[in-house]
C-alpha cells in the first residue's frame, strides 16, 4: 500500500554532516507525520526527528540543535539534515510514516539506512 524509499546514509567523520532523505509512495491519502528513527546494535529503535502535519517538530535532546527534520508535502518526502555527527550517532536509521490509505490509517516503515559516525 505504501512504500518507503530511504537514501543519504554513509559514512561520515566525527562533527560532519548527512542529509537523510526519504519517500513515500503508494494509495496514500494523507499523511499526519514523518519522522526518523535510529537503532544501534543491541540497542532499542529510537526516536530521532518527527514533523506532523501541522509542521510541529519533535526531537530528544541527544540530537536538538544539531539535526533538522523537514518534508515537502507535494512530494510526500521527509529529511534529515544531521550536523555535528557523533560517533554515538552510528546506527541503522528508519524513515516513518503515519498515512491514512483507502483501507485504514497506519504506521509504515522503510527498510533503513546505515549511518556510521568514525574516524
Known amino acids: 500500500q505504501v512504500q518507503l524509499v530511504e537514501s543519504g546514509g554513509g559514512l561520515v567523520q566525527p562533527g560532519g554532516s548527512l542529509r537523510l532523505a526519504c519517500a513515500a509512495s503508494?494509495?496514500?491519502?494523507?499523511?499526519?507525520?514523518m519522522g526518523w528513527y535510529r537503532q544501534a546494535p543491541g540497542k532499542q529503535r529510537e526516536l530521532v526527528a518527527r514533523?506532523?502535519?501541522?509542521?510541529?517538530?519533535d526531537y530528544p535532546d541527544s540530537v536538538k540543535g544539531r539535526f533538522t527534520i523537514s518534508r515537502d508535502n507535494a512530494r510526500n518526502m521527509v529529511f534529515l539534515q544531521m550536523n555535528s555527527l557523533k560517533p554515538e550517532d552510528t546506527a541503522v536509521y528508519f524513515c516513518?510514516?503515519?498515512?491514512?490509505?483507502?483501507?485504514?490509517?497506519?504506521?509504515?516503515w522503510g527498510q533503513g539506512t546505515q549511518v556510521t559516525v568514525s574516524s
Open positions: 516513518n510514516v503515519r498515512a491514512r490509505t483507502y483501507r485504514d490509517t497506519s504506521d509504515y
Open positions: 503508494g494509495s496514500i491519502l494523507s499523511i499526519y507525520a
Open positions: 514533523i506532523i502535519s501541522g509542521g510541529n517538530t
